[in-house]
């Protein structure tokens, strides 16, 4: 139940393609993160969502709070060289600061 | 604005070797903790702290330990490397209290031989 299930484990798209991640579990949720890794780097968070059905947009990148509160999408739009990096899903754990992680989407944006 | 620093950035031990991974955050952050991130595992937690003189174990305690005598300090000691602590660590910061942003440092690749 604490864990998720981030899919697919890796994208290899070309440049201008949009892109859609995904991210599941067993149990409910209030919040979903999705934060990126460029290589080299530590994540930074790119969205965060608070309520079932909440749609929020970045720039070219949208996320989706799933109604049922069990899933959460992410989609980048025209996708650019930059984009490469690993996507990663990630919750708060039974109230706390503590962050679980999905185990990641790695894209591959070829120019 | 430094953020979340890390160092050392690589670090190769060998077995049995003990050494300190240091982390130091300058946005007062009460909350701080230490992932690993292995190939397609993600990331997952060993070890956090809530606030100065308070750790806890998380996902994958075992063979780290950790100390919190200061809000800004929050060091990973390995006190006897083993091959199967080969990894990137990573150092992370936030404010107190759920769904608040996760800073994250550079992160220390280690390799144990």
């Known amino acids: 139940g604490q864990q998720l299930n981030q899919s697919p484990q890796s994208m290899f798209i070309q440049e201008g393609e949009d892109v859609s991640m995904n991210c599941t579990s067993s149990?409910?949720?209030?919040?979903w993160l999705w934060y990126k890794q460029d290589p080299g780097e530590g994540p930074v968070l790119l969205i965060a969502?608070?309520?079932?059905?909440e749609l929020t947009s970045n720039g070219r990148l949208t996320a989706q709070f799933g109604i049922t509160r069990k899933d959460s999408f992410l989609n980048i739009s025209a996708s650019i060289p930059s984009d490469v990096g690993i996507y990663f899903c990630?919750?708060?754990?039974?109230?706390?600061?503590?962050?679980?992680f999905g185990k990641g989407t790695k894209l591959t944006v070829n120019p | 604005n430094a953020g979340v620093t890390q160092t050392p950035k690589f670090q190769v031990l060998k077995t049995g070797q003990s050494m300190t991974l240091q982390c130091a955050q300058d946005?007062?952050?009460?909350?701080m903790s230490w992932y690993r991130q292995d190939p397609g595992m993600g990331l997952r937690l060993i070890h956090y702290?809530?606030?100065?003189?308070?750790?806890d174990q998380g996902e994958v305690p075992n063979g780290y330990n950790v100390s919190r005598s200061t809000t800004e300090d929050f060091p990973l000691r390995l006190l006897s490397a083993a091959p199967s602590q080969t990894s990137v660590y990573f150092c992370?910061?936030?404010?107190?209290?759920?769904?608040?942003?996760?800073?994250f440092g550079q992160g220390t690749r280690l390799t144990v031989v």
């Open positions: 946005m007062n952050h009460e909350y």
């Open positions: 990630a919750r708060t754990q039974g109230g706390s600061e503590k962050l679980v």
């Open positions: 969502l608070y309520k079932a059905g």
């Open positions: 992370a910061s936030s404010r107190q209290g759920i769904d608040t942003e996760a800073f």
């Open positions: 702290s809530v606030g100065a003189g308070i750790t």
């Open positions: 149990s409910i949720f209030n919040t």
